[in-house]
């Protein structure tokens, strides 16, 4: 058996923002074949890809069945093999910054913390401070979604950006990847984890459920501006609609703090949206992905 099928269930499980959307059909690859077979089994819906379901905003309460969500949590082998780390999709950050340090490899604390799988992270080029998963692939395998064809990929300059890749433009699920390796040491590589945890949990809200920071960094001729600036000079700092609510911690985090619906937080993010817009004449651009 290759996949699992499931109708009519709860999507709450698989968004950070524990949104309690639901969905008439889902579809969980147990590897990479069954992946192949999702695409088939899926012809003529459209297809939602999610993981752990960070950086991704649910916008309906209900998906009837023209819509297939393909869930690749069961997607998480993650191996060394000759010299490179090989990585299923579905596989957490936090799991891999661990794996590295037990392996004294290098390069991959500041993953420890991002709430995300290394699907998504290559989907959006995740990363922190100066580091980005992008600066160690080696290639990325995908399976094509018009005809179900395995592809590796050896991407070149370009190919990544600031949180967003090549991949966004591309009709294909994101199956494995291989990482470089760089030897490290093993208290050195647990104390950055330490460290960047530390740093993110003084920072970010750890009390209510969110999806990561809601929108990209702006720019206005030429000048980087920082969103929780933007939000304090607008009064957005702690603005609730219904259970949705800019935190008060971090305001470029939206957090969940009283069963938010899908409604609450699109509402919250256009009202955010408009007073920078008419404040500021700044256009935020969200760093979510909306389903």
């Known amino acids: 058996m290759n996949t699992l099928i499931q109708k009519n269930i709860s999507l709450k499980r698989f968004n950070t923002l524990r949104l309690d959307s639901h969905c008439d059909y889902a579809i969980t690859p147990?590897?990479?074949d069954g992946v192949v077979e999702a695409i088939k089994l899926s012809e003529g819906k459209r297809r939602v890809i999610l993981g752990n379901g960070s950086n991704v905003l649910l916008t309906k309460e209900h998906y009837d069945d023209s819509t297939a969500f393909i869930l690749m949590h069961r997607l998480d082998d993650l191996d060394i093999v000759d010299n490179e780390i090989i990585v299923e999709a579905?596989?957490?950050?936090?799991?891999?910054?661990?794996?590295?340090?037990?392996?004294?490899?290098?390069?991959?604390?500041?993953?420890?913390?991002?709430?995300?799988?290394?699907?998504?992270?290559?989907?959006?080029?995740?990363?922190?401070?100066?580091?980005t998963i992008s600066q160690y692939v080696n290639w990325v395998e995908v399976v094509h979604c018009d005809d179900a064809r395995i592809e590796r990929i050896y991407p070149q300059e370009g190919f990544f950006g600031y949180r967003h890749s090549a991949f966004n433009t591309m009709d294909a699920i994101i199956v494995r990847a291989g990482l470089s390796i760089i030897?490290?040491?093993?208290?050195?590589?647990?104390?950055?984890?330490?460290?960047?945890?530390?740093?993110?949990?003084?920072?970010?809200p750890r009390n209510y459920p969110n999806a990561g920071s809601v929108f990209k960094r702006p720019y206005k001729n030429g000048e980087s501006?920082?969103?929780?600036?933007?939000?304090?000079?607008?009064?957005?700092?702690?603005?609730?609609?219904?259970?949705?609510?800019?935190?008060?911690k971090h305001p470029g985090f939206i957090?969940?703090?009283?069963?938010?619906?899908?409604?609450?937080?699109?509402?919250?993010?256009?009202?955010?949206?408009?007073?920078?817009?008419a404040e500021f004449d700044v256009d935020l651009e969200l760093e979510w992905r909306i389903i």
């Open 90 to 131: 579905g596989r957490t950050l936090h799991d891999l910054a661990w794996f590295t340090m037990d392996h004294e490899v290098d390069g991959y604390a500041f993953c420890e913390d991002i709430p995300g799988t290394v699907g998504g992270a290559l989907l959006m080029n995740a990363g922190q401070w100066e580091y």
């Open 255 to 277: 957090v969940n703090v009283d069963n938010a619906t899908s409604t609450d937080c699109v509402q919250l993010i256009e009202e955010a949206k408009r007073r920078v817009k």
């Open 30 to 32: 147990l590897n990479i």
């Open 183 to 204: 030897k490290g040491v093993y208290n050195d590589i647990f104390e950055k984890i330490m460290y960047y945890k530390r740093e993110r949990y003084m920072k970010q």
């Open 225 to 248: 501006l920082y969103v929780w600036k933007l939000f304090d000079a607008t009064d957005m700092r702690g603005h609730q609609v219904g259970g949705a609510q800019i935190s008060d």
